[in-house]
C-alpha cells in the first residue's frame, strides 16, 4: 500500500498537486522498489524563512520556521523514516535536520 502525505500550508496547494502529480507517475518505479512493502511519503514544504534577509537567494529559517522544525521533529519521534531528502538550500536543510538528528 502508498501512501502519501502532505504536511503543506493551504496556499501551497497548487505545488502539493503537482508533486502528487509526479510521484503517482512514478508509481510503478516506487512500487517496483519496495518489494511489495507497504510504505508512505511524507512531503513537508520547508518551514518559514526570513523574507527580510540580506540573502534572498538562500535567506535563513525565522525564528518561527526554526520552531517549526523542531514541531515536524516532535510528530515525526514516533515515526519509522528510512530516508529523508532535501534541496541544497539551508531553509529546506534546517527543516529537515531536527528531523534526522532525531533519528540517528
Known amino acids: 500500500m502508498f501512501f502519501i502525505h502532505l504536511l503543506l500550508p493551504i496556499v501551497m496547494k497548487?505545488?502539493?498537486?503537482?508533486?502528487?502529480?509526479?510521484?503517482?507517475?512514478?508509481?510503478?518505479y516506487l512500487i517496483a522498489q519496495t518489494n511489495n512493502q507497504d510504505f508512505t511519503i511524507y512531503l513537508i514544504r520547508h518551514a518559514?524563512?526570513?523574507?527580510?534577509?540580506?540573502n534572498q537567494i538562500d535567506p535563513p529559517l525565522t525564528k518561527c520556521g526554526v520552531k517549526r522544525s523542531?514541531?515536524?521533529k516532535?510528530?515525526?519521534?514516533?515515526?519509522?523514516?528510512e530516508k529523508i531528502y532535501s534541496t541544497n538550500y539551508s531553509r529546506t536543510k534546517n527543516t529537515a535536520m531536527p528531523i534526522a538528528f532525531a533519528k540517528i
Open 48 to 54: 518559514e524563512k526570513d523574507l527580510i534577509s540580506e
Open 70 to 72: 523542531d514541531f515536524f
Open 14 to 28: 497548487r505545488t502539493a498537486s503537482i508533486l502528487t502529480l509526479l510521484i503517482s507517475l512514478n508509481f510503478n
Open 74 to 81: 516532535d510528530l515525526f519521534q514516533e515515526t519509522e523514516i
